[in-house]
């Protein structure tokens, strides 16, 4: 059985070392990739890989934390694009040979907390 926390993780290294050919390597040909805030959907993992290889900007990311169980993994990153800020929360499944079969991202964007909370919070 394919470790899916392992999976995530090689995708992610993959994605930041700019290895091709190893993330590609590591999804169906079938595969999916969602992006529920903009309602974005790419179909395939030729037309996936372009969509990473085109990517604007010069980016690095950071795992902060990634879970995994059975065919399911999910990971929070820290993203820095030309120099901003940014968390990612990505979710993915693994088909039945192990390869990642769909993707979800989703990028929340950083915003001020309402008024007449702030004897009880900490902000960091």
Not at 7 to 31: C, H, I, Q
Not at 40 to 47: L, M
Not at 56 to 71: A, F, M, S, Y
Not at 90 to 119: K, N, V
Request: with cysteine.
């Amino acid at each position: 059985m394919t470790n899916p926390t392992a999976t995530a993780l090689a995708y992610w290294a993959a994605a930041e070392a700019r290895e091709w050919s190893a993330f590609g390597a590591l999804l169906a040909d079938d595969v999916v990739y969602e992006l529920p805030q903009t309602r974005e959907r790419i179909r395939g993992k030729a037309t996936y890989l372009q969509f990473n290889v085109e990517y604007p900007g010069d980016w690095q990311l950071t795992v902060h934390r990634v879970v995994g169980e059975l065919r399911h993994a999910a990971t929070w990153c820290h993203f820095t694009a030309d120099g901003d800020p940014a968390e990612a929360l990505t979710f993915f499944e693994l088909d039945d040979a192990g390869l990642i079969s769909s993707i979800t991202d989703f990028w929340p964007e950083a915003y001020e907390p309402p008024a007449g909370r702030a004897h009880l919070v900490e902000r960091y």
